[in-house]
C-alpha cells in the first residue's frame, strides 16, 4: 500500500479594493500604503475602532 502524502496547500490570491469608508479608516490607522504607496505610517487617530457590517459600523 502506497504512502500517504501531504498535499501543497494552494495559494489563494484576492485583488481586494477598499470601499471609500474603509480606505478613510486604513488612513486613520496608517495602514493605506498597499492602496496608495509608501509605507506605513504613524496612526492619526488617538483612537480606533471600526465595527465594520456585525458591529453596526
Do not use: H
Request: net charge positive.
Amino acid at each position: 500500500m502506497p504512502k500517504a502524502t501531504a498535499k501543497k496547500p494552494k495559494k489563494i490570491d484576492i485583488n481586494w479594493v477598499p470601499q471609500p469608508r474603509q480606505l478613510t479608516f486604513l488612513r486613520a490607522c496608517g495602514l493605506a500604503f498597499p492602496f496608495e504607496g509608501g509605507e506605513p505610517s504613524p496612526p492619526v487617530a488617538t483612537v480606533i475602532g471600526y465595527g465594520g457590517a456585525a458591529g453596526g459600523g
